[in-house]
């Protein structure tokens, strides 16, 4: 039995199964793979194998459930299923979040295919958290939740999917979990965003999938609770003296602290940024139409 499915027929994640739900009963077979191969309209999100409907009919008293094609227990072990419901959910409730922040905006949970797998990519996807698909008026954000990005070359695979199968202007987001595998911390900044007091942002050293990620025209955030940390580029570089000019200042702090500068690139940090400065937002103000950045101006 299994607690989430997804639905090959409307691509879509299965949250609950009542009587008399429009779903099929049975493996309710379907062209769903690729040039039209049949398989089981439902697949078990831990396994990836075919489900079968069980207990639609409003008149039947038996709970109505999935099972598997076998008959047997899914055979995932009880920490993947746990692990696979934890993400699930974390990706579920972001997507409640997207729709409050944008009403009539279509905020769908798709998983994204392998074009060179049997059945379109879905058992392949098995186990990993569907993806966030904002449709808004003039562009496509994919949104995927990963606890740790694939290989650069997975990325940049991954990224080409996402295009082939939503166009080539969709927009593929990374949502990471702040982890130290993948947080490298590199120092703190002292900042002055535009129109707000100034601030302390921590600064982290990305790592070569980060920079795939960029590289290929998505974007990289940190997803801790309800708190997402947005990245800019921070480029540091050091000014050297110009003829007639004096820098010996008399202050200590001075003389140790005048040369050394900083510029940043955003809304994504270009590639050749030294290190990545990280905003932290709420969900709820970065849902909230609001634009931020980092002033570019440094505090001194």
């Known amino acids: 039995m299994s607690d989430r499915v997804w639905d090959r027929k409307t691509q879509q994640l299965i949250e609950s199964l009542h009587k008399g739900s429009e779903l099929e009963t049975g493996l309710a077979r379907g062209p769903y793979g690729v040039a039209g191969q049949v398989c089981g309209r439902y697949m078990c999100r831990y396994y990836g194998q075919d489900l079968i409907a ?7 008293s038996t709970r109505p459930h999935f099972r598997h094609e076998s008959g047997w227990e899914c055979p995932a072990s009880h920490e993947r299923r746990r692990n696979t419901d934890l993400e699930d959910q974390v990706v579920v409730n972001l997507r409640a979040v997207l729709v409050r922040a944008w009403p009539g905006v279509p905020v769908d949970l798709v998983l994204v295919r392998a074009p060179e797998a049997v059945d379109g990519g879905m058992s392949a996807a098995a186990g990993q958290p569907p993806a966030i698909v904002v449709c808004g008026p003039e562009q496509t954000v994919i949104v995927e939740r990963v606890r740790t990005l694939p290989g650069g070359d997975q990325v940049r ?5 996402v295009r082939a199968q939503f166009g080539p202007r ?3 987001v990374w949502f990471l979990t702040k982890d130290p595998m993948q947080f490298a911390h590199r120092g703190r900044l002292p900042v002055k965003p535009r129109g707000r007091d100034k601030a302390v942002h921590a600064t982290v ?6 920079l795939a990620v960029i590289a ?13 940390h947005v990245p800019y580029g921070v480029h540091d570089f050091v000014h050297e003296p110009e003829e007639g000019e004096d820098w010996d200042f008399p202050e200590a702090w001075k003389r140790r ?6 510029r940043i690139s955003h809304p994504v940090p270009a590639p050749d940024a030294t290190r990545w400065g990280l905003v932290p937002l709420s969900l709820h103000q970065m849902t909230g139409g609001r634009r931020c950045s980092a002033c570019a101006k440094r505090v001194r």
């Open 205 to 210: 050293a990305p790592t070569a999938e980060q």
């Open 157 to 161: 695979a991954r990224s080409r999917t």
């Open 170 to 172: 969709a927009v593929h």
């Open 257 to 262: 602290g005048w040369p050394n500068d900083w």
């Open 216 to 228: 290929s025209g998505g974007g990289v955030y940190w997803l801790d609770g309800q708190q997402v």
């Open 54 to 60: 069980r207990a639609l009919s409003p008149t039947t």
